[in-house]
């Protein structure tokens, strides 16, 4: 029978993965900035969000979960946005 501490060292290594994804976001997250900054594009592209939210939320294994991982990636993209705004304000791209 697994313990509340086995359940927790799992979260705990789940969580160490998604700050790696994390990290690799947002690396990517500045260079998308510094692209879009030399061409002149808008940080936000409503369309694009459709149509990742609709990728990763339409058919989603556990319906369950379905609204939960919308969330989550609205907040993501929230964060996206905000950090890309950062580095274009402050000229670091």
């Known amino acids: ?23 690799q976001r947002m690396e990517t997250v500045a260079l998308i900035a510094d692209w879009k900054s030399s061409h002149d ?7 694009r969000e459709e149509i990742i939210i609709k990728r990763n939320v339409d058919g989603f294994e556990r319906p369950e979960y379905k609204e939960f991982y919308q969330e989550v990636l609205l907040s ?18």
């Open 1 to 23: 029978m697994e313990t509340l501490q086995t359940y927790r060292d799992q979260i705990d290594q789940i969580d160490q993965e998604m700050r790696k994804l994390f990290i």
């Open 41 to 47: 594009i808008p940080v936000f592209d409503s369309s």
């Open 76 to 93: 993501i993209l929230k964060v996206s946005k905000d950090y890309q705004k950062v580095l274009v304000l402050r000229g670091i791209i």
